[in-house]
Each structure stands twice: as structure tokens, then as C-alpha cells.
């Protein structure tokens, strides 16, 4: 029986792997908007050829993919765990929201470049699928706290669920690694404000929206 031959990885230019090309074009997508970059900008900020970054990827639609992927990944990932947690639908949210700040600490370009995304292509389009499936497990767990009395009826859930990843990804614009807090220490901050408002107390006599 023939036995399958292994692809062999592609070489480019020493220093320019797929990995440091894709972070130079994730920060150049940042500065410039991703629609206004073309090729030969990225070839000019690399400072190497066009075919040079052919050699690793089929163009400038793949390379957002893949930056995209890089940040929907890890929120996947914190979704599922949230998913996956027993106890009360208000801990696995906060769990999430949590997991959502490491994931944007520490993808930080790559997240940033997601919330830009408009659904202009159909990577972007794609993108914003995998983006409607993290909110609607927001949401859901949002409306099930509300359901077992650990949230606040007053405020729909809809919004609460806007209003808290609004907060969470709100921290792009204005956090910087160095120098800053780091993850642990902004997910505690971010939990803070947003669960000590959120959670209903036992003393607290609020009448829902609807009531």
C-alpha cells in the first residue's frame, strides 16, 4: 500500500515566517484599516517582495482569516469552557467574561482587528458568524441568571449582555501591555464593576421591566 508523502513547510525568507508576517500585517491592518491596505504596503513595511509573501499565503484575504481566526479561537475556547461548567449560569458568566479579557490581553492586536470587521468579504461575513455564536452563549447565560434570581430583573437581558461584552471590548481602545495591568488583574477590575452592579442582592425589591 503507497503511503502518503508529507507536505514539506515552505520556506521564506529568513526572519520572515508566517507568524511574523502575519503579526507585521495584523498591525498594518490596525493602522490603516484592513480595505485600505493593499499588498504592496505590506511589501513596503516588511521590506521584502510581494512573491516573497505569496510564498506563505494566497493573499490578503487569507492573511485576515487567519488574523481573525487567531482572536475567535480563543474566544471559542472561553466559551466552551463556560459552556462546559456546572453551577449557576451567573458564575459561568462571569467565568466567561473573565476569559474574555485574558483572551484580549493576550491577542490584543488580533482581537482589535475582529471588532473592526464589517462582513465586507466572506472571510469578514464568516467572521462575524463565529462572532454571533460567542453572543448568543452570552446571552443565554444572561437570560438564565435572570432566570434563576442571581441578576437584576429590571434591566432586559438583551442589554445586560451588550452592555457587558460593550465594557470587555471596550478595553482595545485604550489598553497597552507595557506598563499596564496585566490580564488577571484587568479581568478582576472588569468583573468587578460590571457583576457588582449586575448581581441582584437578597435585600434589593426590584420590579422587572415587563412587571
Given at each position: 500500500m503507497a503511503t502518503a508523502r508529507a507536505t514539506p513547510a515552505r520556506r521564506g525568507r529568513p526572519g520572515y515566517d508566517l507568524e511574523s508576517l502575519l503579526a507585521v500585517a495584523v498591525k498594518v491592518f490596525n493602522e490603516r484599516g484592513y480595505e485600505a491596505t493593499s499588498m504592496e504596503d505590506l511589501s513596503r513595511r516588511l521590506g521584502i517582495t510581494k512573491s516573497a509573501i505569496y510564498h506563505h499565503v494566497s493573499g490578503k484575504d487569507e492573511l485576515l482569516r487567519l488574523a481573525v481566526d487567531r482572536a475567535l479561537d480563543g474566544l471559542s475556547e472561553a466559551a466552551e469552557e463556560a459552556a462546559a461548567m456546572e453551577g449557576r449560569a451567573i458564575d459561568r458568566l462571569e467565568h466567561l467574561v473573565r476569559r474574555s479579557?485574558?483572551?484580549?490581553?493576550?491577542?490584543?492586536?488580533?482581537?482589535?482587528?475582529?471588532?473592526?470587521?464589517?462582513?465586507?468579504?466572506?472571510?469578514?461575513?464568516?467572521?462575524?458568524?463565529?462572532?454571533?455564536?460567542?453572543?448568543?452563549?452570552?446571552?443565554?447565560?444572561?437570560?438564565?441568571?435572570?432566570?434563576?434570581?442571581?441578576?437584576?430583573p429590571d434591566v432586559d437581558p438583551a442589554v445586560v449582555?451588550?452592555?457587558?461584552?460593550?465594557?470587555?471590548?471596550?478595553?482595545?481602545?485604550?489598553?497597552?501591555?507595557?506598563?499596564?495591568?496585566?490580564?488577571?488583574?484587568?479581568?478582576?477590575?472588569?468583573?468587578?464593576?460590571?457583576?457588582?452592579?449586575?448581581?441582584?442582592?437578597?435585600?434589593?425589591?426590584?420590579?422587572?421591566?415587563?412587571?
Open positions: 479579557v485574558h483572551v484580549l490581553v493576550e491577542r490584543l492586536p488580533f482581537v482589535t482587528l475582529l471588532l473592526r470587521v464589517r462582513g465586507n468579504t466572506k472571510v469578514e461575513r464568516q467572521a462575524l458568524a463565529r462572532r454571533r455564536a460567542f453572543d448568543h452563549l452570552a446571552g443565554e447565560l444572561v437570560r438564565q441568571a435572570e432566570a434563576e434570581g442571581d441578576i437584576r449582555s451588550r452592555l457587558l461584552f460593550g465594557l470587555v471590548n471596550s478595553v482595545t481602545e485604550w489598553y497597552r501591555p507595557r506598563g499596564g495591568m496585566g490580564a488577571a488583574a484587568l479581568a478582576e477590575a472588569v468583573c468587578k464593576i460590571a457583576f457588582d452592579g449586575l448581581r441582584r442582592r437578597p435585600s434589593e425589591d426590584v420590579t422587572s421591566p415587563t412587571g
